[in-house]
């Protein structure tokens, strides 16, 4: 025999039965709501910096230095098209230049290079050659760029100061040290600077 709600008793019932479905919507979305949380969660983990010991996705076992190498090109490319300049990469690894930078109607051939992890001292340190241990010359290029990547700090370094060095260290996040390159620090003006050629035709 099938109750039947009659006057108050009617309007009672009604409001539990509501009740139980709304409780029942609302455990669903906190449901989906947590699911999404966790999964928000893990993107952002995966996401950090793989130059801090944070496993890569996709399936990589592990980040080398070429990769740390592509990530601060790429870092490159997006940092000077924001600042204006228009920006090409080179064809192949043969150049000792990585990038060629149009700064207003002048071509500046660069070559860039990347720190990661912190020394104990606080420092990052530089290597300013080639992989054949050369070191770089005004002739072959006209700026190095340096970019410390936990600190997001970018050093513009022109030829008379990377000519006359093989490495170099760097204090981006110190208060206590302060490197002598400080001064070349967001330097991007240099790139539009007119280079002095001098004797020998540089």
């Not at 920006?87 to 070559?111: E, N, P």
């Amino acid at each position: 025999m099938q109750q039947t709600w009659i006057g108050a008793d009617s309007r009672e019932g009604e409001r539990m039965a509501i009740g139980v479905v709304v409780g029942d919507l609302m455990a669903v979305a906190d449901t989906g709501w947590l699911r999404r949380k966790a999964r928000s969660k893990r993107s952002k983990t995966k996401l950090k910096t793989a130059g801090e010991g944070v496993r890569p996705i996709h399936g990589h076992t592990r980040v080398t230095g070429k990769r740390r190498g592509e990530i601060a090109e790429a870092a490159f490319m997006a940092k000077v098209a924001a600042l204006g300049f228009s920006v090409a990469k080179t064809w192949g690894d043969s150049d000792r230049y990585d990038f060629i930078v149009d700064a207003g109607g002048t071509l500046r051939r660069v070559q860039v290079k990347s720190a990661h992890r912190a020394g104990q001292d606080g420092g990052y340190s530089m290597r300013l050659h080639s992989h054949s241990l050369s070191p770089y010359r005004g002739d072959e290029i006209d700026a190095l760029v340096a970019y410390v990547v936990p600190e997001d700090a970018w050093y513009v370094f022109p030829a008379d100061v990377f000519e006359k060095l093989r490495s170099m260290k760097l204090f981006p996040g110190s208060q206590k040290k302060r490197s002598k390159f400080e001064d070349y620090r967001e330097a991007w003006e240099m790139l539009r600077r007119r280079r002095n050629t001098g004797a020998g035709g540089r």
